[in-house]
């Protein structure tokens, strides 16, 4: 979607005991929050996120949430439409 410079880095997923993020499904890789790097900078304007959130849709993986802190997204299994406060 983004390139071959593109990288996902993982900040709430495949966690467990008391200290967490996000819902029980992110412990079993069923949900994920990531941030989007290209070259090494961030992607926190949310019409170049939202490219992920329609391929992750399109492709019939699940759920989509924008608008999280810094430029998140959350992924997810559940089979929603996208939801948050950026471009749908």
Avoid: C
Avoid at 33 to 41: P, W
């Amino acid at each position: 979607v983004y390139g071959p410079d593109a990288a996902i880095e993982v900040y709430s997923g495949g966690q467990s005991g008391k200290r967490r993020t996000g819902s029980h499904r992110h412990d079993n890789g069923r949900a994920a929050d990531i941030y989007v790097s290209v070259g090494g900078k961030r992607i926190k304007d949310e019409e170049q996120l939202a490219k992920l959130g329609q391929y992750w849709a399109a492709k019939g993986y699940g759920g989509v949430g924008f608008g999280m802190h810094d430029g998140g997204i959350h992924l997810d299994e559940v089979k929603r439409n996208a939801w948050g406060y950026g471009p749908q």
